[in-house]
């Protein structure tokens, strides 16, 4: 056997036959190439590791602040309703903007039935209820039997504020002030429209509304009938339909 006839001289002349037959028979390149080298390792095998990068520990949550508890009535708190509505209109510190705007209260003390609403509505300025819940009231006050004059109509909050955080505005001080409120106007009973009006009256907010039978931070106690705010009866007729059933019973077990 010689050189010409090896197996390794037969495998190189079959493999260059076999790039004659398919058409390429040179090899252009503009640089060497160094046919003998080590085959290199695959690329990921050499790459380096990627580095795991450290999360930066979660930032804590803001600490909410608990309102800081103000005395708003003062040292010497109005002693009757001609009193608590000039302070009512005038003092500072019962809400962010100040005396001007604030709505009054209406009616008589010692009345049959006190309503109270959460705030104005949004065009009150002399009256308050002076637009389309007001109507409501007053409709609502002839199926009861009842004269609008005769009845003591107020709000928790001294102008029209729409989202009202009532639980931050009762922690802040202002529960003591709606409280005194009907203390001063000494209803023999009291419907309260808003279901996130509680807070006000210093009961805290539930989620069972229609469990709240009576304010009792006052003496004596005072009946009471809780509802969802006008605005909700007015868009929806089953609350309508659910608050007169629940007005004659309460009205009959009084």
Same mark, same amino acid.
């Given at each position: 056997?010689?050189?010409h006839?090896?197996?390794?001289?037969?495998?190189?002349?079959?493999?260059?036959?076999?790039?004659?037959?398919? @058409?390429?028979?040179?090899?252009?390149?503009?640089?060497?190439?160094?046919?003998?080298?080590?085959?290199?390792?695959?690329?990921?095998? #050499?790459?380096p590791?990627?580095?795991?990068?450290?999360?930066?520990?979660?930032?804590?949550? /803001?600490?909410q602040?608990?309102?800081?508890?103000?005395?708003?009535?003062?040292? #010497?708190?109005?002693?009757?309703?001609?009193?608590?509505?000039?302070?009512?209109?005038?003092?500072? @510190?019962?809400?962010?903007?100040?005396?001007?705007?604030?709505?009054?209260?209406?009616?008589p003390a @010692?009345?049959? $039935?006190?309503?109270?609403?959460?705030?104005?509505e949004?065009?009150?300025?002399?009256?308050?209820?002076?637009?389309?819940? *007001?109507?409501?009231?007053?409709?609502?006050?002839?199926? =009861?039997?009842? &004269?609008? !004059?005769?009845?003591?109509?107020?709000? %928790?909050?001294?102008?029209?504020?729409?989202?009202?955080?009532?639980?931050?505005? %009762? %922690?802040? *001080?202002?529960?003591?002030?709606? $409280?005194?409120?009907?203390?001063?106007?000494?209803?023999?009973?009291?419907i309260?429209? *808003?279901?996130?009006? /509680?807070?006000?009256?210093?009961? @805290?907010?539930? &989620?069972?509304?229609?469990?709240?039978?009576?304010?009792?931070?006052n003496?004596?106690?005072?009946?009471?009938?809780?509802? !969802?705010?006008?605005?909700?009866?007015?868009? =929806?007729?089953?609350? &309508?339909?659910?608050?007169?059933?629940?007005?004659? !019973?309460?009205?009959?077990?009084?």
């Amino acid at each position: 056997m010689n050189a010409h006839t090896s197996p390794l001289a037969l495998e190189m002349e079959a493999a260059l036959q076999w790039w004659q037959l398919a @058409g390429v028979d040179c090899d252009f390149a503009e640089d060497a190439t160094d046919w003998l080298a080590d085959v290199a390792a695959p690329a990921a095998e #050499t790459a380096p590791l990627p580095q795991v990068q450290k999360q930066a520990p979660a930032a804590p949550e /803001p600490v909410q602040e608990k309102p800081q508890r103000v005395d708003l009535l003062g040292p #010497t708190p109005p002693a009757d309703l001609d009193a608590f509505r000039q302070f009512w209109l005038e003092a500072p @510190g019962l809400d962010a903007i100040g005396p001007r705007g604030r709505v009054a209260p209406r009616g008589p003390a @010692g009345a049959e $039935l006190m309503v109270l609403v959460i705030d104005p509505e949004e065009r009150d300025s002399e009256r308050l209820l002076d637009g389309p819940q *007001g109507r409501l009231v007053s409709r609502m006050l002839a199926a =009861m039997g009842m &004269k609008e !004059e005769e009845t003591y109509i107020a709000s %928790a909050l001294p102008r029209h504020t729409p989202m009202a955080d009532t639980a931050a505005l %009762a %922690a802040s *001080g202002l529960d003591s002030v709606v $409280l005194h409120h009907i203390k001063l106007a000494a209803p023999k009973r009291v419907i309260a429209f *808003g279901a996130n009006i /509680p807070p006000l009256l210093g009961i @805290g907010l539930t &989620k069972d509304i229609l469990s709240l039978r009576e304010i009792n931070q006052n003496s004596p106690s005072t009946p009471l009938l809780v509802s !969802e705010g006008l605005d909700s009866l007015m868009s =929806m007729p089953r609350l &309508k339909a659910r608050f007169w059933r629940r007005w004659m !019973e309460w009205s009959a077990d009084l």
